[in-house]
């Protein structure tokens, strides 16, 4: 069964303050897929990025960065430079392509991201 | 535009009248599913459809009832709506099954049962 698993419930920093959110994933498939989704104050769903199991590149976008490790089952996401912008919930996502099943997205429970100016 | 469209957005609702929450998308997508987000639990998938007439059980299905008569349309249907039911509750579509292709989540419907 696919879990993921984001430890860091909210997370509080000042404006201008590196930060990271971490994401750890468990899964039995060798191909699989990661994603985040950003959900600001107004609940919609806004998504970040997917990468697959076999593209272990790290990603940069403006100031937000992804850094993906196998080894350590791990998928952390690091804004740069926070802004009050960023203030969100971050969710991480989990599916597996076993092509049984949902092959829905597994989500983890977000962590809560406040900046503070 | 391509979207996923969810009605009602809001809705405050008593034990036990039965309610519709409908979804629709405009992208010809074969694959759709529904989800429910609460405080400290992420979103978990309710049902899901593979296509026109094929649903199946998610992770949380008790308490609801889907249909997909049509290949846009996928409303999510409570019976007999009960306070744990309430929550905010996502659409999804995607062109195929799995990881490789993008979900498209609606805006959300946020549901009161009292």
């Known amino acids: 069964a696919q879990k993921v698993t984001q430890a860091q419930t909210e997370i509080s920093v000042v404006e201008k303050e590196d930060v990271t959110l971490d994401c750890v994933y468990e899964?039995?498939?060798?191909?699989?897929?990661l994603f985040w989704y950003k959900q600001p104050p107004s609940g919609e769903l806004v998504f970040l990025i997917r990468r697959n199991s076999f593209d272990e590149q790290n990603e940069i976008s403006g100031r937000y960065s992804w850094n993906f490790q196998k080894s350590t089952s791990s998928f952390n996401f690091t804004i740069t430079a926070s802004q009050v912008v960023d203030s969100a919930v971050y969710f991480c996502?989990?599916?597996?392509?076993?092509?049984?099943?949902?092959?829905?997205?597994?989500f983890g429970k977000g962590t809560h991201l406040i900046i503070q100016p | 535009e391509a979207q996923v469209t969810q009605n009602p957005r809001y809705l405050i609702t008593v034990t036990g009248k039965k309610l519709t929450v409908t979804c629709s998308q405009n992208m010809n997508h074969e694959y759709m599913s529904w989800y429910r987000q609460d405080p400290g639990l992420g979103l978990r998938q309710i049902y899901y459809?593979?296509?026109?007439?094929?649903?199946d059980k998610g992770d949380v299905p008790e308490g609801y009832k889907v249909s997909r008569k049509e290949k846009r349309n996928f409303p999510l249907i409570l019976e007999s709506p009960s306070p744990n039911q309430t929550s905010l509750y996502f659409c999804a579509s995607s062109l195929g099954l799995g990881g490789a292709y993008e979900q498209y989540f609606g805006p959300g419907t946020r549901l009161t049962v009292t």
């Open positions: 459809s593979m296509n026109v007439e094929v649903t």
């Open positions: 996502a989990l599916s597996e392509n076993s092509g049984g099943g949902a092959d829905g997205l597994t």
């Open positions: 899964t039995r498939d060798t191909t699989y897929y």
